[in-house]
């Protein structure tokens, strides 16, 4: 009998200590795993912040959360995206906001010439205006962090030293740029940055209307060979990344925290990051030999002056939406005045 219960006792020592040690093997929750669309390059800046920003979250979720990051637009493209979000082809989701014009009315407000000269002075004016206003363009989808390229101006096969000089030049742009371009007296033309190398390539546009960072990111410098710091006229596009809304109420609150925390620490490592890609693809092009044509304050101002009726345009085309368009540009105008 004593035999019998030395045999249990060791059978139940046993079973506790192989528990021990292959309990954690079975009883390890799968990590939850999403999907991520991003429209850049493989090797850009921004391609490398998204994939970053996907491993922070993995490192401070112990690996609960597993992202994988589809560059290049492989699994949805740019002007795809959002769409992509809300129906789920993709978690998450990178693009502009242009890409889809109309689909965020009170958000154009950011795309006007405001006289942005800093990406990371944009980045934190649109990040203050979601927060300010919290359009409801954006309620079916959870917004992770926003952000803004540099000034955009033009890079070109001609010169443009003057206003007169844009007169007729097809100019690749995307959402209410095409607007500066044609109050300008160029020809917009409609694509997204993949498409644009090519088309510049061919002839089939003369320029492209960028922040700096493309001559380099997207290899624009080798295609055009001249860029005009036109400031006056410039504009600064925003950004998004979004998570579908279904798949962001499915997290547990802990992992929101997380994911809420990394994403306002993105805020000011991406504002910062365009600035420094936009120093990158001025030396870029001018290594290329191309050259930089820097407008007259004079210039700069005619520049300005002529696309300020886009400033009203937009007031008017919000108050038909019912949309607080004034207090919206005011904010803007005023917030950047103060963050540069």
């Not at 390890?28 to 429209?39: C, D």
């Not at 769409?83 to 989701?93: E, L, Y």
């Amino acid at each position: 009998m004593k035999h019998w219960k030395l045999v249990s006792l060791f059978l139940c020592l046993s079973v506790v200590v192989f528990s021990f040690f292959v309990s954690p093997a079975f009883t390890q929750v799968k990590p939850i795993e999403l999907s991520y669309s991003n429209f850049f390059p493989p090797a850009h800046k921004h391609a490398i912040l998204s994939i970053e920003w996907a491993k922070e979250i993995e490192k401070r979720t112990n690996g609960r959360v597993k992202i994988t990051v589809h560059t290049g637009g492989t699994l949805t493209p740019a002007d795809k995206c959002y769409d992509g979000v809300v129906k789920g082809i993709s978690d998450i989701g990178f693009s502009v906001h242009a890409y889809t014009r109309g689909r965020f009315p009170l958000f154009e407000v950011v795309d006007l010439p405001l006289g942005s000269r800093s990406a990371y002075a944009s980045t934190k004016l649109i990040n203050e205006f979601y927060e300010k206003f919290k359009p409801k363009e954006f309620d079916d989808v959870k917004v992770m962090y926003l952000h803004c390229h540099g000034p955009a101006i033009y890079h070109t096969k001609k010169a443009i030293r003057k206003l007169e000089d844009l007169k007729g030049m097809k100019i690749r742009c995307t959402g209410l740029a095409t607007r500066i371009v044609i109050l300008l007296g160029g020809t917009p033309v409609a694509m997204t940055m993949p498409e644009t190398y090519d088309s510049l390539r061919r002839g089939v546009t003369d320029g492209t209307l960028n922040p700096q960072e493309a001559l380099q990111g997207f290899k624009f410098g080798e295609v055009v060979k001249f860029s005009t710091e036109s400031y006056g006229s410039a504009n600064a596009s925003g950004f998004f990344i979004v998570m579908n809304k279904d798949k962001w109420n499915s997290l547990p609150p802990d992992i929101q925290k997380i994911i809420e925390k990394v994403n306002e620490e993105w805020i000011e490592k991406t504002g910062r990051a365009w600035d420094e890609i936009d120093k990158a693809g001025r030396e870029f092009t001018l290594k290329l030999g191309n050259e930089i044509i820097s407008l007259s304050k004079e210039e700069n101002e005619r520049f300005a002056k002529t696309v300020r009726p886009l400033l009203d345009e937009y007031v008017e085309n919000m108050k038909k939406k019912g949309l607080p368009g004034e207090e919206a540009l005011k904010f803007c105008m005023d917030r950047l005045t103060k963050l540069q």
